[in-house]
Nanobody, 111 residues
Framework: QVRLVESGGGLVQAGGSLTLSCVAS????????INWYRQAPGKQREVVAS???????NYVDSVKGRFTISRDNAKNTVYLRMNSLKPEDTAVYYC?????WGQGTQVTVSA
């Protein structure tokens, strides 16, 4: 059974930082690019960052220079370090691999 479990969300003031974690089943972690998506109220889900099995990252323009995605192969875990958070970063953040999704973790950034 493939599982993706996110954690690390919370409430933070603008300019603050959070680190999200996604623990994936080893069967999917070894073979798949892992993506972080987010969905704000009333908006479509959008990809925020991705990291390949080889560790190559990609970011949406709005988070470049502020967010860092990384993976720990020994722990089957992908991290999303979010710095200089803005109110517009408020959303539910989801971990994704192929067609598998986690349950999401809420990030709220207050002005």
């Amino acid at each position: 059974q493939v599982r993706l479990v996110e954690s690390g969300g919370g409430l933070v003031q603008a300019g603050g930082s959070l680190t999200l974690s996604c623990v994936a089943s080893s069967s999917i972690f070894r073979i798949s690019t892992i993506n972080w998506y987010r969905q704000a109220p009333g908006k479509q889900r959008e990809v925020v960052a991705s990291i390949s099995t080889g560790g190559s990252p990609n970011y949406v323009d709005s988070v470049k220079g502020r967010f860092t995605i990384s993976r720990d192969n020994a722990k089957n875990t992908v991290y999303l370090r979010m710095n200089s958070l803005k109110p517009e970063d408020t959303a539910v953040y989801y971990c994704n691999a192929i067609h598998f999704w986690g349950q999401g973790t809420q990030v709220t950034v207050s002005a």
